[in-house]
C-alpha cells in the first residue's frame, strides 16, 4: 500500500513538472516572439540619419545600441543552436541597412535557438556560456531579459528622435509624435 502511494506521489510530481516545463518553455517562446517585434520595428522605425543619435553624455549611439543587441543574441543564441557566431556588429558596422541586416541574421540564430527548446531538453546543461555549461532555459531568459534592457534604450532613443517606441504604439503614447501626454504639447 505505502509503495502504491509513494508510486502515485512520484507519478503527480512528474506530471506537474512536465507541466511546468512546458509552460516554462511556452513563456519563453512568446517572450522572444514578442521581443523580436518590438526590437525589429524600433530598429526600422529609426530613420537612417538618427543612427549616430547620442541622448547623452556617455551614450552610446542608437546604430552601437542595435549592433550590440545583434551581437549579444548572435552569441547567446548561436551557442543554444550550436553555431556560436561573431557578427561584430557594434564597432564594425555603421549604416542602418548593415545594422538591421546583423540585427536580422541574429534573429535568424534565436528563431533556431527557441525553437529548439522544449520541455524535455529545457533545463539540460548543454550550452557553454557565462564560463561553464549552462541550462538551454537559463541562457534563452538571459537572452530575453538582456534585450529587454537593450530595447529599454532604444525606446529612450525614440523619444529623443520624436519617435514612439513600438511598445507604446496604438496606446496613446503621442500619436507618433513622441510628446509627452500623449500627444497633447503641453
Known sequence: ?????????????????????????AAIQRNYAQ???KITAGAD???EAQYTLVPGDGSRTFAAVIGHIADAQAGSCGTVAGTPTQLNAERGMTTKAELVAALKKSFELCDAAYASINAANHDEAKAAAFGGPQ???????????????MYGQMAVYLR????????????????????PGGGKGK
Open 1 to 25: 500500500m505505502r509503495y502504491s502511494l509513494l508510486i502515485s506521489l512520484a507519478a503527480c510530481s512528474l506530471a506537474a513538472y512536465a507541466q511546468d516545463a512546458a509552460a516554462s518553455v
Open 35 to 37: 521581443q523580436k517585434t
Open 45 to 47: 522605425e529609426m530613420p
Open 135 to 149: 541550462p538551454l532555459n537559463a541562457v534563452l531568459w538571459g537572452n530575453l531579459v538582456h534585450s529587454e534592457e
Open 160 to 179: 529623443v528622435a520624436k519617435l514612439v517606441p513600438p511598445s507604446s504604439q496604438g496606446r496613446g503614447g503621442g500619436k507618433g509624435k513622441g510628446a
